[in-house]
């Protein structure tokens, strides 16, 4: 079975940093491009990063602050978070994506399958 398991969330305080882990199972990260996008009550989900064949895009509120990498022999996927700020609060998924455009990376219909998401709330 295909999983995308996410975690590292908690709580943090701003300026703080964190690192999210999306461990994939039943299919090799080699072949897929890996998302992260979030979602805060009331808001739309967004992309944050994206990660395929050594391409990595950022979303313009995350660049510089986040690095996304990758481990092929753990097949798993690392957004590591510094500078954290109170917007960024949100539920944060992993996904795969089995083909797209790069410049559509922050679409969600071009994903597959989603991790079940992990809690990062930013708050003093």
């Known amino acids: 079975d295909v999983q995308l398991q996410a975690s590292g969330g908690g709580l943090v305080q701003p300026g703080g940093s964190l690192r999210l882990s999306c461990a994939a199972s039943?299919?090799?990260?080699?072949?897929?491009?890996i998302g992260w996008f979030r979602q805060a009550p009331g808001k739309e989900r967004e992309g944050v990063s994206f990660?395929?064949?050594?391409?990595?895009f950022y979303a313009n509120s995350v660049k510089d602050r986040f690095t996304i990498s990758r481990d092929n022999a753990k097949n798993t996927v690392y957004l590591q978070m510094n500078s954290l700020k109170p917007e960024d609060t949100a539920v944060y998924y992993c996904?795969?994506?089995?083909?797209?455009?790069?410049?559509?990376?922050?679409?969600?219909?071009?994903?597959?399958?989603w991790g079940q998401g992990t809690q990062v709330t930013v708050s003093s």
């Open positions: 996904a795969r994506a089995p083909r797209l455009p790069f410049s559509l990376w922050r679409v969600p219909t071009y994903y597959d399958n």
């Open positions: 039943g299919f090799a990260l080699d072949d897929y491009g």
């Open positions: 990660i395929n064949v050594g391409r990595k």
